[in-house]
């Protein structure tokens, strides 16, 4: 980690100034102001318009979701695109983040492609950019069609063709209309929690692990040149969640810098540096061939980063990575949810990634997971999500004032929607979603955001 910044006027402590809105003044005039959201988490409609399933339906039909939801309704997205477009246009935002459900466009993951599901994206888009919205196309978040998984998945080193031929299939069809690509949103999230804890979903070994690492960072890489090659004047990334890993007392201090190099830099080193962190390297050889690393490291015009909290590590030993996560000191703040608040944590991570990659900046997710209820009069009043992104919103301020080339700000989410494990009863959206009705209910966070969008766009 870099020493601490000179923060300027946000003094680390949680509070960005007196206010309810934070200082912006560093940011660059051209910044941009978007929101997040992915295919699973919104859509619904898994079994409408040809969709094949994806891994996380069968997660859903298999009850391993809290409450056994599915997302077999989630926001409805699918029917009420308009008018979450028309929210996004009423909160000023310039950009719009979205994935693309590969099963939706190709039910099987290759092969045959599925005219509805490609129409459906050809309407969204349309409609966002018909906003005055630009779209943010990202290619993967984490919906693998199952017939590939049936094949092992990123485990088998085919999955490096079969992303590059999807790649392809969205860049000829969208790449007309779509500049902004990301190839994967948190490799790291999706292959640790799926193979590395040995928790419900871990179907194989360790070495499964560092095959499907090495397989997702080739296919990022092969995605990339397609993306490159096909669309014209493209702007291509990839998503990182990337946090300070603390460990929880003196001794765990190797567990700490274990999860760093999985957790952190598995993905964004091999894929910006050329080199896997030297604690995974002899675990990758075994699956390297010759060339790999400069099929990985190919040209990327932005660093994308999602960021919430610091992580606080524990040793394992019986664990196979050797760390675990979810202990936390007493007597640190926390978001509803059990998530520590720390932004100069996000400032210094800010500062650390772009100095380490040397890239331009989007944070492409950040914002805070609560249990939000609409009060007496209707209303959601989330005083505790305000605060949180107004002193991330300055620890951002404050990076941009040390130095740190960052040129966006996407919050999560626009909509609450199925929080993965947690199923619905986590919320994170500036909109309420009442799922019974499907009503969309802007939440103070909504109106507070649009003030602060509007303020740096006329300042
Ligand atoms: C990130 C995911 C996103 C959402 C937020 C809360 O790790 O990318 O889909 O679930 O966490």
Same mark, same amino acid.
């Given at each position: 980690m870099l020493p601490p910044s000179q923060a300027g006027e946000f003094d680390g402590s949680g509070r960005a100034n007196g206010s309810d809105y934070p200082a912006i003044a560093a940011l660059r005039r051209d910044f941009i102001w978007g929101v997040s959201t992915s295919s699973f988490q919104i859509e619904g409609a898994v079994r409408e318009g040809g969709r094949g399933p994806s891994v996380w339906d069968i997660y859903c039909q298999q009850g391993q979701i809290a409450n056994r939801d599915t997302a077999d309704v989630a926001c409805d997205h699918y029917?009420?695109?308009? #008018?979450d477009v028309a929210l996004m246009q009423r909160l000023g935002v310039q950009a719009y983040r979205f994935s693309v $459900?590969?099963?939706r466009i190709l039910p099987l993951g290759r092969g045959q492609p599925n005219e509805v599901g490609l129409e459906f994206y050809d309407r969204l888009?349309?409609?966002?950019? $018909?906003? +005055?919205? #630009?779209?943010?196309?990202?290619?993967?978040h984490w919906d693998l069609p199952q017939a590939l998984d049936d094949l092992g998945g990123w485990t088998n080193r085919d999955s490096v063709g079969w992303f590059a031929d999807y790649a392809a299939m969205v860049a000829a069809r969208f790449g007309d209309r779509v500049k902004r690509f990301a190839t994967f949103n948190e490799p790291s999230g999706f292959t640790l929690f799926g193979l590395g804890f040995g928790g419900k979903r871990a179907t194989s070994s360790v070495d499964a692990l560092h095959q499907a690492i090495h397989h997702v960072n080739l296919?990022? +890489?092969a995605a990339a040149d397609v993306l490159r090659a096909q669309v014209p004047d493209s702007s291509i990334g990839a998503i990182h969640n990337y946090q300070p890993c603390l460990p929880l007392t003196p001794v765990d201090g190797p567990a700490a810098e274990r999860c760093d190099a999985y957790w952190n830099k598995a993905f964004p080193d091999p894929q910006c540096l050329g080199a896997y962190p030297a604690l995974i390297q002899a675990a990758i050889e075994p699956h390297m061939q010759a060339g790999d690393l400069a099929r990985i490291r190919r040209p990327a015009d932005w660093f994308g980063l999602n960021h919430y909290s610091p992580v606080y590590v524990t040793a394992d030993m019986n664990g196979v990575l050797g760390f675990a996560l979810g202990d936390k000191p007493a007597n640190i703040p926390l978001t509803p949810i059990g998530w520590p608040i720390m932004p100069s944590a996000f400032r210094d991570t800010l500062l650390h990634v772009a100095e380490r990659y040397a890239l331009p900046v989007y944070v492409l997710e950040n914002g805070m997971g609560g249990y939000d209820k609409p009060d007496a009069n209707g209303a959601v009043i989330d005083t505790d999500?305000?605060?949180?992104?107004?002193?991330y919103i300055g620890a951002l301020n404050a990076a941009a004032l040390a130095g740190a080339d960052v040129r966006g700000y996407f919050?999560?989410?626009?909509?609450?929607?199925?929080e993965w494990d947690a199923g619905y009863g986590v919320r994170f959206g500036l909109a309420y979603i009442d799922y019974p009705t499907q009503q969309r209910i802007p939440k103070a966070s909504f109106e507070w955001y649009r003030t602060l969008i509007k303020a740096a766009q006329n300042g």
């Open positions: 029917h009420r695109y308009l #008018e $459900a590969w099963p888009i349309d409609a966002v950019l $018909a906003a +005055g919205i #630009e779209p943010w196309l990202c290619l993967y296919a990022h +890489g999500r305000i605060a949180y992104l107004r002193d919050v999560w989410s626009l909509l609450d929607n199925f």
